[in-house]
């Protein structure tokens, strides 16, 4: 791939998704876009990349682009300290906010759910909540830009190595292990699963379609991609969706978005309200 074209392509990665690909990160992108070189039947990176641009067929190659560039890393329960904070402080404030309610109804956003270990985490604990015997329904909206992680998420199926990170008693009550032996698989229950939905969205796009009464957003390990007035873009109008004394929590490494929305106040290094 020539000079021009490791820019132009590295352009239209942070036009679309907003990740930045200076020149050392040259080898690490080549090496992830071989991936479609051999699905396409290529000779080389620079015969995808001459196709992908100089092509008729842009518009369909372009989410298989963003497919291979995208991180997706996730495990369930990760960065615990958060779960013990929607369980321990979220949902009892923001129950009281709610006052007379019969029962609560939360809104939960997972905004970069990639494979949905974080959205159903949020179920299971959730979950565990109603079990207790809190007066509690919510509805959890899992979105990606990464088609193929959808597709994993919305089945809810993974290798049975996943649940080295999950209690054994939320293990046994909350997943169905394969009845084959040869196959090392589990499936989240159905039961957690109706509560979970999932859709496809660009953290970059100028709008979501999601709904103005959110009342908790997970948007983790993302944010660190950007550069800074994509950053601000990005939580302002995340911060749009969440209704008043709604929370927004962020990675470990991006507690700094406090200073990048006045409005947002700090109540934990990595958690916030509006």
Not at 19 to 29: H, Q, V
Not at 220 to 236: A, C, E, G, M, W
Not at 246 to 273: A, W, Y
């Amino acid at each position: 791939m020539s000079d021009a074209r490791f820019r132009a392509l590295s352009q239209l990665i942070e036009a679309q998704v907003g990740i930045k690909m200076p020149a050392g990160k040259r080898f690490m992108l080549e090496g992830r876009l071989l991936k479609r070189v051999r699905a396409l039947g290529l000779a080389s990176v620079s015969a995808y990349v001459d196709a992908l641009f100089d092509g008729h067929q842009f518009e369909d190659e372009l989410i298989h682009l963003i497919d291979v560039v995208t991180t997706n890393k996730t495990d369930f329960f990760r960065e615990p300290a958060h779960f013990d904070f929607l369980r321990q402080t979220a949902v009892p404030e923001l129950m009281k906010l709610r006052g007379s309610e019969r029962v609560c109804s939360f809104k939960i956003w997972s905004a970069a759910a990639s494979m949905g270990m974080e959205a159903y985490t949020i179920a299971i604990v959730l979950d565990e909540m109603v079990r207790s015997g809190l007066r509690i329904d919510y509805r959890i909206l899992g979105t990606d830009i990464s088609n193929p992680v959808l597709r994993i998420a919305s089945k809810g199926i993974y290798d049975i190595e996943v649940l080295t990170q999950v209690p054994d008693q939320l293990a046994k009550r909350y997943f169905l292990r394969s009845r084959d032996p040869a196959r090392a698989e589990c499936r989240v229950v159905p039961e957690l699963r109706r509560h979970v939905n999932f859709q496809r969205m660009n953290l970059m796009d100028s709008t979501y379609p999601v709904d103005r009464d959110v009342d908790i957003i997970f948007c983790r390990n993302v944010l660190i991609y950007f550069d800074k007035p994509t950053q601000r873009k990005v939580v302002s109008r995340l911060c749009s969706h969440l209704r008043p004394g709604g929370f927004l929590m962020v990675g470990h490494s991006e507690s700094m978005v406090h200073s990048l929305v006045p409005d947002l106040k700090q109540v934990r290094p990595t958690i916030f309200t509006v």
